[in-house]
């Protein structure tokens, strides 16, 4: 076996590994859960139309940024050391983002739900939770915790399951962001109905990443919803090139958060090349 098979195996098994991990993980909270006070919570909070405020702000400046407050990740390690939800929150929103993505997985990204509930407290624009969504409860918590939307990833779930999640995001009022990583699971995504269908040029079973496979796949997301490019994307001849293959909005994290100044690298993001 070639080393380079080799470490796609270890990769592929990387994501089964995170989500064994969270499987277990929900279910404990799950069982220990006062569910009447997430309810309370989940009913305190109105979404504010994620998919809504991504389609205002392209159409009305051209692009629409999905600004990521992301502290570490299993690929890359720590990224941001100085790590505060509801400064960069802020920051954010007044650099132009048109929503927030805000990482909530703990064990292998250092994100809390408690990093979304102070992102989404701190600023009017909608976030989104984003973590491995394997059970409804998960639903009922993103919500709770002040969020707007929740990310759905194909590669992660059955068909069965992604309809579950999805209708589950309905009942509870939030949009949904669903990532596809290759042409077979976006066919699989056209048919939920989500608000929102993202391209990762990482695959989360490779981690390789693929400008060529975004742009391809970028043209065949239907027009009734919100595409977006996510994962890679550092200047802006990458939006530009990504916006002629289709895409109106961008899921940027990691280069803004390894930015001394975040704020400052988005306002050079949303900068007109021409």
Known sequence: MSSATEAAETKTMYLAEILAHHRADVAERK?????????????????RGFAKALRAKAASEGIGVIAELKKASPSKGLIRADFHPAALAKELESAGAAVLSVLTDEKFFQGSLENLRLASAAVKIPCLRKDFMVDEFQVLE????????????????????????????????????????????????KALGCECIGVNSRDLRTFEVSM???????????????????SGIRTRADVDRLIA??????????????????????????????
């Not at 060529?212 to 996510?230: F, K, T, W």
């Not at 293959?245 to 994290?253: K, P, R, T, V």
């Open 31 to 47: 069982a220990n859960a006062d569910i009447a006070a997430l309810q309370r919570d989940a009913a305190a909070h109105t979404p």
């Open 142 to 189: 993103a919500r709770a915790n002040c969020a707007d939307a929740i990310l759905l990833i194909v590669a992660a779930l059955t068909d069965a399951e992604l309809l579950t999640l999805r209708e589950a995001a309905r009942r509870y009022g939030l949009d949904t962001l669903c990532e596809v990583h290759d042409a077979e699971e976006l066919e699989r995504a």
């Open 212 to 230: 060529d496979r975004m742009c391809e796949l970028g043209q065949h997301i239907p027009a009734n919803v919100v595409r977006v490019a996510e």
């Open 245 to 274: 293959s289709g895409y109106e909005a961008f899921l940027i994290g990691e280069s803004l958060m390894r930015n001394e100044h975040p704020g400052e690298g988005l306002k050079q993001l949303l900068a007109s090349s021409f």
